[in-house]
């Protein structure tokens, strides 16, 4: 393999914002904020809107998450049909 062409592969904490769950992993994703995680070691903290614990397959409940006004567009488009 080619060196220095490979993102940084390192510990990331995801915080899902719509249900306060944060869980740590390893992934190329960075981000400038910044967050103590349970061993006391500063970590990068990448925002989420949706993970494994506020999604409706893995938790069994519906809940909408409108992000960008999509179900007003999806209303006025089909509101006449």
Known sequence: MKADIHPKYQ???FHD???DFKFL????MTSK???TWEDGKEYPVVKVE???QSHPFFTGK???V???G???KFRKRYAGK
């Not at 992993?25 to 190329?28: A, I, L, Y």
């Open 70 to 72: 999509r179900l007003e």
């Open 66 to 68: 409108d992000t960008g």
């Open 25 to 28: 992993t390893r992934s190329t």
């Open 62 to 64: 519906q809940k909408v």
């Open 33 to 35: 904020d910044r967050i």
């Open 11 to 13: 510990p990331v904490v």
């Open 50 to 52: 949706i993970s494994s």
């Open 17 to 19: 914002i719509s249900c």
